[in-house]
């Protein structure tokens, strides 16, 4: 095997993912990676069908998850690779997340029709389905509408250079701070999650710090570390060469093992292709399975 790993995948499971976990296998044994991570937002539905899907292919997956937390009034997204898909624990965090992320999303909608756009409320949640309606999956719903194309506001992400990229370039535009349609974040508190971590079984890993709604400082990793963080995205498609460079030497520094993750969607992400990343190693799974932070 040639020992490629990707920590942060996207299935079907998550609201904003296309592919089905049985998919995501099969495109991780066309690409030649050994370990994949289905990571889904605030769910751990892909399991355990997933870990034997990859048994049989022979690639291996593993359990975890992206729990959606604030620290210090901004969005940060928590990897657990390894995590118990059975932990009451678990399953408690993804509650809370659930209700909160469900009120914060209603609000959205509401300021959207509010501004005109072709959305409702009941079309929100029917579409989601038993998945939690994130700000960039409300957005390709309205921009998948028929009605979308009579929107003036809304040319601009139709037109054929933006269309990869649309749902991405509203949520900037309408749900980023300071946006029309901004509602102030409401989740878990990332150092309450990291407290209950051990209880799940999951190793933490913060994804792609430098994303924009993020800015993850050194200051920042120094507090999460002391908190129990094991693990630093480094390699993802959120960062520019000087971001990776630089998170590496802080994870370098710090003693967080670094990781790769492609954060793969599908149509939400059309830019990302599967692979994109392939910088991730099996020796990263093996030092976080194996709790080395060097």
């Known amino acids: 095997m040639s ?8 299935s079907s499971n998550s609201s904003d993912g296309d592919f089905s976990p049985a998919e995501l296998v099969g495109m991780a044994v066309a690409e030649g990676f050994q370990a994949i991570s289905i990571t889904d937002h605030d769910s751990v539905a892909s399991y355990p069908e997933a870990v034997e899907l990859g048994r049989r292919a022979g690639v291996e997956v593993i359990p975890g998850i992206e729990v959606t937390t604030l620290f210090d009034d901004r969005e940060f997204h928590l990897l657990l690779p390894f995590v118990d898909h059975r932990s009451e624990t678990l399953a408690r965090i993804i509650d809370k997340v659930g209700r909160a992320r469900l009120s914060e999303a209603e609000e959205r909608v509401e300021k959207l029709r509010e501004l005109g756009l072709p959305i409702t409320w009941e079309e929100v949640r029917e579409r989601s389905g038993k998945n939690l309606p994130l700000g960039v999956s409300i957005a390709a719903m309205i921009l998948a509408k028929d009605e979308a194309r009579g929107v003036p506001r809304l040319a601009s992400y ?5 269309r990869k990229s649309a749902a991405s370039l509203f949520y900037q535009d309408f749900f980023m701070e300071g946006r029309p349609a901004f509602v102030p974040k409401r989740s878990v508190d990332l150092l309450e999650v990291m407290a209950l971590v051990p209880e799940t079984g999951g190793v933490p890993v913060l994804s792609h710090p430098g994303a924009p709604f993020q800015r993850t400082t050194r200051e920042d990793l120094v507090r999460l570390k002391d908190a129990g963080l094991r693990g630093l995205e480094v390699f993802t498609t959120y960062h520019e060469p000087d971001q990776t460079l630089s998170y590496a030497e802080l994870a370098e520094e710090l003693g ?6 492609s954060d793969f969607h599908g149509q939400i992400k059309r830019h990302i292709p599967f692979g994109a990343v392939r910088e991730g190693r ?12 060097r």
């Open 158 to 162: 139709l037109e054929s250079k933006n």
């Open 282 to 293: 099996y020796w990263m799974v093996e030092r976080l399975r194996n709790g080395r932070g």
């Open 3 to 10: 020992g490629i790993v990707d920590l942060h995948i996207h």
């Open 256 to 261: 967080l093992v670094p990781t790769a993750g």
